[in-house]
């Protein structure tokens, strides 16, 4: 299995600032993502975290208002910047290790977000 | 378009019965099935996984059937306690890529 840490684990930020959610991993993975689960909702994959070269993004979602880095294989982070209300959302931080017959994917604690 | 359905209404249930939740998609032809389970403030958990090509999943107390004709996973939690409320979401695996694609979940609350 794969422990994922995420820091902040909850923020409370004002409209227009930015901030910057670490996802930390115990071991070294090939494929990171990045989801969002607002309120009453399930989650939506924003991107995928690629080492060594830029995220790839899901239709809905840019880089210039979710930048992402990856510098290794243990360690990524995503900033939501400009933040609004409706950025207000759990984000996610997910890896996926390959196994024998499939791939297993874990999901970190979450970084609840309040945006005033 | 692509869509995942999940009963949005909560499953309220009495302990020891069984809990059955339905998962439908449209526009999928997934390479599997899986289930996750979460609970409030935490990230998903991983549940069962079940194969285009399997009909039926068991472990423990859970029980998953994948209908591919139907485009429908059933997902049963039989003699259930209430330790097992909580949120469930089924999820498809695309062939490609590996990404998940998530339903809306469905809230159980066990009640002893």
């Known amino acids: 299995s794969a422990v994922i840490s995420q820091k902040p684990s909850r923020d409370i930020c004002q409209r227009g600032t930015s901030l910057t959610i670490q996802c930390q991993v115990d071991?070294?993975?090939?494929?990171m993502f990045w989801y969002r689960q607002q309120p009453g909702q399930s989650l939506t994959l924003i991107a995928t975290?690629?080492?060594?070269?830029?995220?790839?993004?899901e239709s809905g979602f840019v880089i210039d208002k979710f930048p992402i880095s990856r510098p290794n294989l243990t360690f990524s982070t995503l900033t939501v910047s400009n933040m609004s209300p409706e950025d207000s959302s759990i984000y996610l931080c997910?890896?996926?290790?390959?196994?024998?017959?499939?791939?297993?994917?874990?999901f970190g604690p979450g970084t609840r977000l309040t945006v005033l | 378009s692509q869509k995942i359905e999940q009963n949005s209404e909560a499953l309220n249930i009495q302990e020891g019965k069984t809990a059955t939740l339905t998962c439908n998609y449209t526009?999928?032809?997934?390479?599997?099935l899986q289930w996750y389970r979460q609970d409030p403030g935490r990230g998903p958990v991983f549940l069962l996984l079940?194969?285009?090509?399997?009909k039926e999943k068991r472990k423990e107390r859970l029980k998953v059937t994948f209908d591919t004709t139907l485009k429908q996973s059933l997902f049963h939690i039989t003699a259930s306690q209430p330790a097992d409320s909580a949120t469930y979401l089924c999820?498809?695996?695309?062939?490609?890529?590996?990404?998940?694609?998530f339903g809306g979940g469905t809230r159980v609350l066990v009640k002893p």
């Open positions: 997910s890896v996926q290790i390959r196994r024998v017959n499939r791939d297993e994917q874990f």
């Open positions: 975290a690629n080492q060594g070269s830029e995220a790839t993004y």
């Open positions: 526009n999928y032809s997934p390479a599997y």
């Open positions: 999820a498809l695996d695309r062939a490609a890529g590996n990404k998940l694609t």
């Open positions: 071991s070294q993975v090939t494929m």
């Open positions: 079940i194969r285009e090509n399997e």
